[in-house]
């Protein structure tokens, strides 16, 4: 690309608070904000083509984050979510069979009832017309490319990134500049994994003293199903089959609105067979009973994935930092046993919102609030993760049958007694260093896809709507080359190209036949930004960095 100099100068936008992903997290802290400061100047930018377009989960949602910011959202005609969970089934499967599990044995706070299921991205939407009604600026397909510094080290505000570069740098007809957001606070809501705060975790040192963070990848599916078959509220989660028991995991399938069905999977990416593919686990498990019996005569209409943080209470980062915090799953507030995640990113929302209100109203401006950081634990957010802190643990050191039971019974004692056998465990390892070398696993052999049930990735992502300019540059990018073909080969079979639910990896051969002259190939513009790749590469050799603006899936109900 032209040398820096060259380029013409970024306009600058001046705001009390940026904000960075218009997910659950940065609405609800901008509305948050405006409620309690009217005069505060809140800015969000968003890097999918609208708000909503890259939002993806399953879900379930408790109310209680809405709950909080519009305590009568219930009676909006045009609220985002309208059906409750009326029935909640419970499975451990086997290859052919089902065995439920009985409610009363389940923990109180792995109860469903009076939740809602539905679509986040729909509710994201719903929260950005709250948010724009009471003054926040909103702007979708920009993304966020650059932390801005002040000469004290301070996060002053984000830059977004170049348009109109052409894959070999050059700047093309249709180059636009991109432009500073400066704040004096700035608020990282990117979700898991998301390419600044990597870079403010290190800059930081804000995951020190804290656990390894971990991680799962979510596939999701929104089927329409025969309307005979359609229990609205109904929902299942399930775990074990297809999966072996060293590998965690699990399904659900919802129940929602308008004879519509969402079935998704999620594989801990702890993993360590690198044959595994967790798609193609995915498309297994639809074949059972418990999902083939709802899905079959339906027909599959979305479709897209997403990496999810499972590393809990013991893996939340340091929120705060000179000029800003990490909010949401920016900062790893998901609740794995619950399957949950949307509350408490609304809920940090809130909270930091409430603790930079009054340090605007004192005047202060790119120092660090660690109120945020001093109180997250106290409060419902902190609450909520610590009695769940060893469920991930435990599963991944005894494995399914033993780990699930064992953590039934934490989270038993925990709500009981206020306490825990295990005191606080640790997760061990990162997942990108859980993977076994090749010649040490059995290959997993996945079955074609019917067609029926069961799909290839590359019809999927075309469900998902996933759209990027083809000329831009690569925005996967290996720090090393040769690593894909010289080390990851060899060694794992280069898992990149099962990993990925979206078929952007592949490994070509030259001469087909004799599997000679191995080439690595990414398919970008297939990218469903899940991240993925950069989380479980086990030489750590991919940084996921975002496209330009606009790119990526376009999510319609999910």
């Known amino acids: 690309m032209a040398e820096a100099q060259e380029l013409p100068a970024r306009e600058a936008m001046e705001y009390d608070v940026v904000i960075v992903g218009a997910g659950p997290a940065g609405l609800a802290a901008a509305i948050r904000l405006k409620q309690l400061s009217p005069d505060t100047t809140v800015v969000v930018v968003e890097k999918g083509s609208e708000v909503g377009a890259h939002i993806l989960s399953g879900v379930v949602v408790d109310p209680i984050g809405l709950d909080r910011l519009f305590p009568d959202w219930r009676k909006e005609d045009d609220r985002p979510l309208t059906v409750?969970?009326?029935?909640?089934?419970?499975?451990f499967l086997g290859p052919k069979g089902a065995l439920r599990l009985p409610n009363f044995?389940?923990?109180k706070l792995l109860d469903n009832h009076g939740k809602y299921v539905g679509s986040l991205g729909n509710v994201c939407r719903w929260?950005?017309?709250r948010a724009e009604a009471l003054g926040v600026e909103i702007y979708p397909g920009f993304a966020a490319s650059e932390v801005l510094y002040d000469d004290k080290g301070a996060v002053v505000g984000i830059a977004t990134g170049d348009m109109g570069v052409g894959r070999e740098g050059e700047v093309k007809a249709s180059f636009t500049r991109g432009m500073e957001l400066r704040g004096r606070y700035t608020l990282f809501?990117?979700?898991a994994r998301g390419s600044l705060t990597k870079g403010l975790l290190t800059k930081f040192g804000l995951t020190e003293g804290r656990d390894f963070q971990k991680y799962g990848i979510g596939i999701k599916e929104l089927w329409q199903v025969d309307p005979a078959k359609h229990r609205p509220g109904a929902i299942q989660h399930t775990f074990g089959w297809p999966l072996n028991m060293n590998t965690g995991g699990g399904s659900f399938l919802y129940h929602i609105e308008d004879n519509q069905?969402?079935?998704?999977?999620?594989?801990h990416l702890n993993y360590d067979n690198p044959t595994l593919s967790p798609f193609d686990e995915f498309q297994r498990f639809k074949t059972h009973p418990v999902a083939a019996e709802t899905l079959s005569g339906g027909k599959r209409i979305a479709y897209g994935a997403r990496a999810i943080t499972e590393g809990g209470y013991q893996s939340v980062p340091k929120l705060t930092f000179p000029g800003g915090a990490l909010i949401g799953c920016a900062a790893g507030f998901v609740n794995v046993p619950r399957i949950k995640g949307s509350h408490n990113a609304m809920l940090s929302g809130i909270l930091a919102a409430e603790k930079l209100a009054p340090a605007l109203e004192a005047g202060r401006s790119h120092d660090e609030v660690v109120e945020i950081e001093n109180e997250w634990r106290a409060g419902d957010i902190g609450k909520d993760l610590k009695k769940v802190r060893n469920v991930k643990p435990l599963w991944s050191k005894f494995g399914t049958a033993i780990g699930v039971g064992l953590g039934g019974l934490d989270m038993w004692t925990n709500e009981l007694f206020g306490f825990s056998f295990f005191g606080t465990l640790k997760h061990g390892k990162p997942d990108y260093a859980t993977l076994k070398h090749i010649s040490e696993v059995k290959p997993i052999v996945y079955p074609k896809p019917d067609g029926k049930l069961t799909f290839d990735k590359l019809s999927s992502v075309f469900l998902s709507n996933t759209n990027h300019e083809?000329?831009?540059?690569?925005?996967?990018k290996l720090k090393d080359p040769s690593i894909p073909i010289a080390k990851n080969l060899p060694e794992y079979g280069e898992p990149a190209r099962l990993y990925?639910?979206?078929?952007v990896y592949e490994v070509v051969?030259?001469?087909e036949v004799n599997k000679r002259d191995p080439k690595f190939v990414i398919n970008a513009q297939n990218c469903v930004h899940c991240k993925t790749c950069d989380i479980k590469d086990p030489s750590q050799n991919i940084n996921w960095t975002c496209p330009e603006g606009g790119g990526g899936p376009n999510y319609a109900n999910m």
Do not use: N, R, S, T
Request: aromatic share 10%; with cysteine; hydrophobic share 45%.
């Open 84 to 91: 409750e969970v009326h029935e909640d089934k419970f499975f």
């Open 105 to 107: 044995a389940m923990p």
């Open 127 to 129: 929260l950005a017309g």
């Open 189 to 191: 809501a990117e979700g």
């Open 261 to 267: 069905v969402v079935v998704g999977f999620v594989v």
């Open 470 to 476: 083809e000329d831009q540059p690569v925005h996967l």
């Open 500 to 503: 990925c639910p979206a078929g």
């Open 509 to 511: 051969y030259q001469d």
